[in-house]
């Protein structure tokens, strides 16, 4: 744990001074000693974008500071992709979306990445795409679950909108959403009152309540007949020791 925490660290340092060589060499390094790349992503760049959101939330970082460490760590994020074992393919489907927020598309874009790995089948649409377009391709797609990943306050209304309009179409009834990310990480309870049927802090925890099973909650403007339960186990590609 020690030597993850070093690591962060100096991670850390090197994204702020905008040092990509020396981020690509740390993270090497690490997988030389035998962390997984999975870890790496969830451990290292995951933690590492957190902190950077939070300084810049803060003003402690400037605006080319903040673009700087987002544009390294999602270079090495999607390098680390292609290196990820992959589990044989379970039939279940996520769509995975975000807000427009940078550092939110690179944390969807992990998520995204982990399920890929884990044997899901993903659609990974990113930010700005129109509500009922989403809505269109979750009743095509018939996923079972729907990731909202990170925004800002500003974002919550047309997140709710998004989500009563997907209940009250019912075009896909078995479809959970898990909410994750930005204000949700810093509002308890706000995945809630915007009508997700779960959250999850990161990747991690998100894979482990998706193997298990989400619940669906009863919302105000469900279709009826919504069921209420679906279990979804799968094998795990990443501990499920955090959350």
Same mark, same amino acid.
Not at 71 to 92: F, K, V
């Given at each position: 744990?020690?030597?993850?925490?070093?690591?962060?660290? /100096?991670?850390? $340092?090197?994204?702020?001074?905008?040092? =990509?060589?020396? #981020?690509?060499?740390?993270?090497?390094?690490?997988?030389?000693?035998?962390?997984?790349?999975?870890?790496?992503?969830?451990?290292? &760049?995951?933690?590492?974008?957190?902190?950077?959101?939070?300084?810049?939330?803060?003003?402690? &970082?400037?605006?080319?500071?903040?673009?700087?460490?987002?544009?390294?760590?999602?270079?090495?994020?999607?390098?680390?992709?292609?290196?990820?074992? %992959?589990?044989?393919?379970?039939?279940? +489907?996520? &769509?995975?979306? #975000?807000?427009?927020?940078? *550092?939110?598309?690179? !944390?969807?874009?992990?998520?995204?990445?982990?399920?890929?790995?884990?044997?899901?089948?993903? /659609?990974?649409?990113?930010?700005?795409?129109?509500?009922?377009?989403? &809505?269109?391709?979750?009743?095509?797609?018939?996923?079972?679950?729907?990731?909202?990943? !990170?925004?800002?306050?500003?974002?919550?209304?047309?997140?709710?909108?998004?989500? %009563?309009?997907?209940?009250?179409? *019912?075009?896909?009834?078995?479809?959970?959403?898990?909410?994750?990310?930005?204000?949700?990480?810093?509002?308890? $309870?706000?995945?809630?009152?915007?009508?997700?049927?779960?959250?999850?802090?990161?990747?991690?925890?998100?894979?482990?309540?998706? =193997?298990?099973?989400?619940?669906?909650?009863?919302?105000?403007?469900?279709?009826? !007949?919504?069921?209420?339960?679906?279990?979804?186990? *799968?094998?795990?590609?990443?501990?499920?020791? +955090?959350?």
């Amino acid at each position: 744990m020690k030597s993850v925490e070093k690591l962060q660290d /100096r991670y850390l $340092g090197s994204l702020l001074e905008g040092d =990509r060589r020396q #981020c690509r060499s740390l993270l090497r390094e690490a997988q030389a000693q035998g962390i997984a790349g999975a870890d790496l992503l969830l451990d290292v &760049i995951w933690v590492c974008m957190e902190h950077i959101s939070e300084l810049f939330r803060s003003d402690r &970082i400037d605006f080319v500071t903040e673009h700087q460490a987002v544009r390294i760590n999602r270079a090495l994020a999607d390098q680390m992709q292609a290196e990820l074992p %992959q589990l044989e393919p379970t039939g279940q +489907k996520v &769509i995975v979306s #975000c807000s427009d927020v940078e *550092g939110h598309e690179l !944390g969807a874009q992990i998520m995204a990445d982990l399920f890929e790995a884990d044997g899901w089948e993903v /659609r990974f649409v990113g930010s700005g795409v129109p509500m009922d377009e989403l &809505i269109q391709l979750v009743g095509h797609v018939q996923p079972e679950l729907l990731v909202y990943f !990170g925004t800002e306050p500003g974002g919550i209304p047309e997140v709710r909108r998004t989500l %009563q309009m997907l209940h009250r179409m *019912g075009a896909s009834p078995h479809t959970a959403v898990l909410a994750s990310g930005g204000v949700f990480n810093r509002a308890e $309870g706000l995945w809630i009152e915007v009508g997700a049927d779960a959250f999850a802090a990161d990747a991690r925890w998100a894979l482990a309540q998706a =193997r298990e099973g989400i619940v669906l909650r009863e919302h105000p403007v469900a279709v009826e !007949g919504r069921p209420k339960r679906r279990r979804r186990r *799968g094998s795990a590609l990443i501990s499920a020791d +955090k959350g």
